[in-house]
């Protein structure tokens, strides 16, 4: 399929996303910030509003209609995005607020109850803060001791010092399947199989890739996976975890409160079944069954073509970027093609703050982001204050691409005329 029938195709699909025709600061937008949020499509947007104006109630715990409807449709979600990243039973799909408290579930249900003293963490110096954190509270907790891998030359996951690293300590792994500064993509299939030769378990950080490209738990074989629907075509507020379905029964409890009850009793409480185990409380129904909708959406177009299409633009991004000699970008480069690496390029310009490149781009209307994109620890290690990033989507397009690089280079040559 050539570039020219994707780009139709791309055009077609811009039509669905209502908040991309506007303007900003007088100039056609530009969004280039999918790394961050991803727009959402009229079918996310109409299936939300629909929620709310013909059949709002609360799940599983109403026999009249409108609870019926709304637990179908919350149910029938959690259906889809079982079958979108091809997990063995539905019971394996967790809704959550979004992959923050998917990872905080795991660390908090199943780390604090079974790492100790010397049993031993291994992350990446590329991860998100939502992979850090939740780490940290459980090593301060229990004893367990957080390492990391860190790049190779080209700056991707060192999978040689991976496995020095792993011993008969390790119990757990848990890295990002695609960097949201680096762009990199993480051999997760061989990151899991040589950690489970250890008997140590892994987590995927899928927040990057779910929405890119086809993502398989099943081929993957991680233990839990998680992703945030707001960046994969849905609403805030809603997420998933996708774990193995034994371990999920063996986890207490994250959260403790209504839905996620058998019976109560003064003095005990049994639990529900899974997933319901974890989801307590009132759950974000609309959200979640919106979520459902953007599953189909993508589905609709394949996530084989998203995955085409995106290389085909990363691959001209790069072509262009290369053209400007102040800048530095981070991370692997791509192929021919544009595969080897996501659809962003964090980079930054010599003696030009990203911030201020963001700011000046968007006069210009173009969106992009800057600042450490929540991976401060990498950007110590890469010796970089900030970036500025430029992040696409299967609704960008090659002209996009055109007008980002003008207005950056007009913005470097205002610098460097400041500056000179």
């Not at 996303?17 to 900003?24: A, N, R, W």
């Not at 110096?125 to 509270?137: A, G, L, T």
């Not at 907790?141 to 700056?155: D, F, H, I, N, Q």
């Not at 996501?342 to 992009?368: K, R």
Request: charged residues 20%; negative net charge; aromatic residues 10%.
């Amino acid at each position: 399929m050539t570039f020219t029938q994707e780009l139709t195709l791309a055009e077609k699909v811009r039509f669905d996303f209502p908040i991309l025709h506007q303007e900003v600061n007088g100039k056609p937008l530009v969004y280039f910030d999918n790394a961050a949020t991803s727009q959402k499509p009229l079918l996310v947007i109409d299936t939300l509003r629909d929620y709310y104006e013909h059949y709002n109630a609360n799940v599983h715990r109403g026999v009249h209609t409108l609870s019926a409807k709304a637990t179908d449709a919350y149910e029938a979600a959690r259906d889809k995005v079982a079958k979108f990243v091809n997990a063995k039973s539905r019971q394996e799909i967790v809704f959550t607020r979004n992959a923050t408290e998917a990872i905080n579930l795991v660390a908090y249900s199943w780390g604090m109850n079974n790492l100790q003293q010397g049993d031993e963490i291994i992350l990446s110096v590329m991860e998100h803060h939502s992979n850090i954190v939740p780490w940290q509270f459980v090593a301060a907790k229990t004893g367990a001791v957080l390492k990391y891998v860190e790049l190779t030359s080209e700056e991707t996951f060192d999978l040689e010092q991976f496995q020095k690293l792993l011993s008969e300590k390790t119990k757990l792994v848990s890295v990002v399947h695609v960097s949201n500064t680096l762009g990199c993509i993480n051999p997760v299939e061989e990151i899991c199989s040589l950690a489970h030769q250890h008997d140590a378990k892994v987590l995927i950080d899928a927040c990057q890739s779910v929405p890119h490209m086809p993502v398989d738990v099943q081929q993957i074989d991680c233990d839990w996976l998680v992703a945030s629907g707001h960046k994969m075509c849905a609403t805030t507020g809603v997420g998933f975890l996708c774990g193995k379905l034994e371990l999920l029964q063996e986890m207490p409890p994250f959260l403790g409160g209504g839905e996620m009850i058998a019976e109560v009793f003064l003095d005990y409480s049994t639990y529900a079944d899974l997933p319901h185990k974890f989801e307590a409380g009132t759950p974000a129904i609309g959200e979640a069954i919106a979520l459902g909708a953007a599953v189909d959406y993508l589905s609709a177009i394949g996530m084989d073509k998203i995955h085409a299409y995106e290389a085909e633009l990363t691959a001209y991004l790069f072509q262009q970027l290369e053209k400007i000699p102040q800048i530095k970008i981070y991370g692997p480069q791509p192929d021919a093609k544009g595969e080897g690496r996501a659809a962003l390029a964090a980079f930054t310009v010599a003696e030009v703050h990203a911030n201020d490149l963001s700011t000046l781009l968007d006069q210009e209307g173009v969106a992009i982001r800057s600042g450490h994109h929540c991976t401060q620890p990498l950007h110590r290690y890469l010796g970089a204050a900030a970036t500025a990033r430029a992040s696409l989507s299967f609704y960008n397009t090659r002209e996009e691409i055109d007008i980002f690089i003008k207005a950056l280079k007009e913005t470097i040559d205002f610098f460097t005329g400041i500056f000179g």
